[in-house]
């Protein structure tokens, strides 16, 4: 959910942008989202995304997937309206939190995501 907020479609593969574009669009139309910390829609391109739905960064995944859950007080499993969720981020996601959630991410380093989440 965080990361979708700064996406520029650079950095990936031209099949992963093409999926990551069709579900941020998807996600404009201010749809319903399921909240889960496994593979998901955006993961089906990922070149990291491994069969049988498991990735071999599951762990990787799952830590950042579970920070970003517990600071922003959503639960696994729980269906939410996007449009509250992007609502959700802007009124609580702090920089000491995003600092706890993302440092570890490659991304981190370039210092654009923060900026782009306080966009929305």
């Known amino acids: 959910m965080l990361c979708i907020q700064g996406y520029k479609g650079k950095g990936y ?12 669009n998807k996600l404009k139309l201010d749809m319903y989202i399921k909240v889960i910390t496994r593979t998901d829609d955006i993961c089906v391109a990922c070149p990291h995304e491994l069969k049988n739905g498991f990735c071999k960064n599951e762990e ?3 830590i950042f997937d579970s920070k970003v ?3 922003l007080n959503l639960i696994e499993g729980r269906t939410y309206l996007y449009k509250d969720i992007l609502n959700n981020i802007k009124e609580n996601l702090t920089y000491e939190k995003f600092v706890l959630i ?9 210092g654009y995501c923060f ?6």
């Open 13 to 24: 593969s031209p099949h992963f942008i093409e999926n990551m574009d069709k579900v941020v």
């Open 69 to 71: 859950l517990n600071e």
């Open 115 to 120: 900026h782009e989440l306080n966009k929305h």
């Open 102 to 110: 993302c440092e570890s991410c490659e991304w981190f380093s370039y």
């Open 60 to 62: 990787k995944v799952f």
